[in-house]
């Protein structure tokens, strides 16, 4: 399964593209640091104009995860958060493949640098305890598939039962999905594609792309250069993006930092996270309709934006009951978009019960993340995962 910002289970998971915003000066921070990946938080989103009704009840916060399965999955994944000055990304800059020596950087655990899809059992690092690599319920999650091709149409009540939809979902949930967003799917499956044939490379050559500690761009397998247990069995490759750089940012970072051979794929992952940055316009306007605010206030607010793509890869898993493709977490952004393939494995926390979420063909999963629901109370962000798989897709 290939996701957007990707979370691939057994399989690939490309998380490609985390969009994090900044906001205005003016307010104090918000969220976990940690949650600030491309360039730093340093105040709140905006919030509703005074005329609008955006005090409400606190919802309660879900979970979300991945569990490990048997087979191959993959996401591609867009964070959104609100961004004041932003900087474009800086060019990638790999660690010495040889040694770590009088660099500053650690030497990798053993864990950063197997090949998860030769381990034919899975390593103690990457061991959870029962209650996290636990079973999902068979209740799928209830959540809306909602077409937001109203908002080109001008349909009157179309946008009325759309923010209606939206509403509902985000006060239980946060999740729901979208249709009619316009993105080309053969742009999508390309984007998929590229992320199948990346974390395909031999080991090596995936390894002149990994990630500097201290940076957000590059690869890393189960993030084993920043823990030493509870692994999650994926691997990632991470690379920044902004609509406004001086140059293509995306397409730069593969040829420079693979190759020349890789200009293609910096091509597509160039074109799909400007397509994901207007998607996350249209999901503001959405949450605009939702919410009572005045139509375009969160458009004009996001619009100036840094963001930080993820691909995220899952592979096959020989003891998926004993790990997780990644662990229980809220994202700390105002906003997710999540594109799956038909493999699923996405699950929420929601009463207790971790509820997957299936795959519906052609639409995109979106989720409120922290920095939004704190902001209005009204909306609530998921605790989510991704479950690992067994055999290959």
Known sequence: MDIWQCNCMGGIDSTIMSVQWQPPPSSPVVGPPTALVFSPVTNTPP?????????????HSHTLSTHSRSTQRAFLISNLM???????????????????????????????????????????????????????????????VVDVGVLRDGDAEGLRRAAAQVAAACATHGFFQVSGH??????????????????????AEKRRARRVPGTVSGYTSAHADRFASKLPWKETLSFGFHDRAAAPVVADYFSSTLGPD???????????????????????????????????????????????????????????????????????????????????GLEVLVDGEWRPVSPVPGAMVINIGDTFMVNHLLFSSPLFSSASKQQNK
């Not at 919030?47 to 919802?59: A, I, L, Q, V």
């Not at 030769?118 to 636990?134: L, Q, S, T």
């Open 47 to 59: 919030s509703c104009p005074d005329s609008s009704p955006c005090t409400h009840t606190h919802s």
């Open 82 to 144: 609100v961004a004041e000055h932003p900087t474009p990304p800086q060019p990638h800059q790999p660690p010495p493949m040889d040694s770590t020596a009088g660099s500053g950087i650690a030497a990798p655990a053993a864990a950063a640098v197997c090949d998860l899809r030769m381990e034919p059992k899975i390593p103690e690092p990457f061991v959870w305890p029962n209650g996290d690599a636990r079973p999902a319920s068979a209740a799928e999650l209830d959540m809306p």
């Open 182 to 203: 316009g993105v080309d799917a053969a742009l999508a499956r390309a984007a998929l594609d590229g992320a199948s044939d990346f974390f395909r490379l031999p080991l």
């Open 262 to 344: 890789f200009a293609p794929m910096g091509r597509v992952y160039q074109k799909y996270c400007e397509e994901m940055k207007e998607l996350s316009l249209t999901i503001m306007e959405l949450l605009e309709l939702s919410l009572g605010v005045e139509r375009g206030y969160y458009r004009e607010f996001f619009a100036d934006s840094s963001s930080i793509m993820r691909c995220n890869y899952y592979p096959p898993c020989p003891e998926p009951e004993r790990t997780l493709g990644t662990g229980p977490h809220c994202d700390p952004t105002a906003l997710t978009i999540l594109l799956q393939d038909d493999v699923g």
